[in-house]
T-cell receptor, first 113, second 113 residues
Framework: DAGITQSPRHKVTETGTPVTLRCHQT?????MYWYRQDPGHGLRLIHY???????DKGEVSDGYSVSRSKTEDFLLTLESATSSQTSVYFC????????????FGPGTRLTVT | GQQLNQSPQSMFIQEGEDVSMNCTSS?????WLWYKQDPGEGPVLLIA?????ELTSNGRLTAQFGITRKDSFLNISASIPSDVGIYFC?????????????FGKGTKLSVKP
């Protein structure tokens, strides 16, 4: 158990509304990631963080923003949700340094109607 | 972007059979990771490989880091019903940014009807 929780676990929202997903870790890892998982596409990186207030874009960052004001929390925000953002979102953490191993949270299923 | 070709896409197993799957790429990787995902859950790390030619086991699972550093293999011996799920490979590109893993699209293991 890598000590990662995600909230909410399920959410249904309407097009155009803002949505924030939270990832919380209890093990003080430096690196945190947000992925989305869609059929036919596998796992795709949205944004990642390499420290408090240090973030960078991933492969599919358009329409998403992130914030990390504390080591333990990494927030993913959809400023104005669209139906194409219906997906399962996973948070992951890693120790960094020489280790590239990532450990995943349980996921958030988001439906945008 | 970079791609990993994971095969087969799906396969059916009968209890007791051995299973093999692989990931290939045209690029060189520093690290290969193998994950298993059960329905409704996040991927769980099974095996991590860091050196070309490395062969690592985790119970009935054995994975190898290809000599060319462009491929990896996962074998499951004497399969049991709880092996059913989706298996993902992931690789860290040589010279790539920390944490920017590339994921295969998965191999879905199902029980033979």
């Amino acid at each position: 158990d890598a000590g990662i929780t995600q909230s909410p676990r399920h959410k249904v929202t309407e097009t155009g509304t803002p949505v924030t997903l939270r990832c919380h870790q209890t093990e003080n890892h430096r690196y945190m990631y947000w992925y989305r998982q869609d059929p036919g596409h596998g796992l795709r990186l949205i944004h990642y963080s390499y420290g408090v207030k240090d973030t960078d874009k991933g492969e599919v960052s358009d329409g998403y923003s992130v914030s990390r004001s504390k080591t333990e929390d990494f927030l993913l925000t959809l400023e104005s949700a669209t139906s194409s953002q219906t997906s399962v979102y996973f948070c992951a953490i890693s120790y960094g340094g020489a280790s590239y191993e990532q450990y995943f949270g349980p996921g958030t299923r988001l439906t945008v109607t | 972007g970079q791609q990993l070709n994971q095969s087969p896409q799906s396969m059916f197993i009968q209890e007791g059979e051995d299973v093999s799957m692989n990931c290939t790429s045209s690029s060189i990787f520093n690290t290969w990771l193998w994950y298993k995902q059960d329905p409704g859950e996040g991927p769980v790390l099974l095996i991590a490989l860091y050196k070309a030619g490395e062969l690592t086991s985790n119970g009935r699972l054995t994975a190898q880091f290809g000599i060319t550093r462009k491929d990896s293999f996962l074998n499951i011996s004497a399969s049991i019903p709880s092996d059913v799920g989706i298996y993902f490979c992931a690789g860290q590109l040589y010279g790539g940014s920390q944490g920017n893993l590339i994921f295969g699209k998965g191999t879905k293991l199902s029980v033979k009807p």
